[in-house]
């Protein structure tokens, strides 16, 4: 079956700007998580979505970041007023709830100018 | 203080010898899962195992085995005979699921960059 899929692959934005990725988990994964990975680092948990509960956001570095998602399917990433520290691939995964295995989408490589 | 710990950055290996990557962690939870994945150039992280913390029994798949040790707070990683297609970074990662703070969260260690030689 299909993976994970995150689009855009790339972004090249300019600071100040907004973006907005998008993630697509595995059909019927309850649960989704995002991460952010900064050049030569490990990944770095950011929000995780549980079916309709409210959303864990204690990774989220600061009010600029923000994320949805509905239900039990696509969720965005929004990130405001980029800058350039923001720079980083986002990593996007989805498991068939909490306690099971993630499984992680090919990422969204994020440049801020 | 790193709940993951990967000492070694990088590692190069000649082809078909055998390499191990290291790992410690850190928890004061009973209940614990550790896992490895691999990044390969590509940069897609590649599930490759996933234990609990009251399954000590060391683990082989193919060229791939782990051994998870308790007392030391290890969860090791050895590729025998290595081959190129190995060459990546390879991740190990904490979840504390019963932490108190309801999340399933992994903490990742830093990674460790495997090239393996032809």
């Known amino acids: 079956g299909a993976g994970v899929s995150q689009s855009p692959s790339n972004k090249v934005t300019e600071k100040g700007k907004d973006v907005e990725l998008r993630c697509d988990p595995i059909?019927?994964?309850?649960?989704l998580y995002w991460y952010r990975q900064r050049l030569g680092q490990g990944l770095e948990f950011l929000i995780y979505f549980q079916g309709n509960s409210a959303p864990d956001k204690s990774g989220l570095p600061s009010d600029r970041f923000s994320a949805e998602r509905t239900g039990e399917s696509v969720s965005t990433l929004t990130i405001q007023r980029t800058q350039q520290e923001d720079s980083a691939v986002y990593l996007c995964?989805?498991?068939?709830?909490?306690?099971?295995?993630?499984?992680f989408g090919p990422g969204t490589r994020l440049l801020v100018l | 203080a790193q709940k993951v710990t990967q000492a070694q950055t990088e590692i190069s290996v000649v082809e078909k010898e055998d390499v191990t990557l290291d790992c410690v962690y850190e928890?004061?939870?009973?209940?614990?899962?550790l896992f490895w994945y691999k990044q390969p150039p590509s940069g897609e992280l590649v599930f490759l195992i996933r234990r609990n913390s009251f399954d000590e029994q060391n683990e082989i798949s193919g060229r791939y085995s782990w051994n998870f040790q308790k007392s030391t707070s290890s969860f090791n990683f050895t590729i025998t005979a290595s081959q190129v297609v190995d060459s990546a970074v390879y991740f190990c990662?904490?979840?504390?699921?019963?932490?108190?703070?309801?999340?399933?969260?992994?903490?990742f260690g830093k990674g460790t960059k495997l090239s393996v030689i032809p």
């Open positions: 995964a989805s498991s068939d709830g909490g306690l099971e295995t993630q499984y």
């Open positions: 990662a904490l979840s504390e699921p019963y932490s108190g703070a309801g999340s399933y969260q992994l903490t």
């Open positions: 928890t004061r939870d009973t209940t614990y899962y």
């Open positions: 059909s019927g994964h309850t649960a």
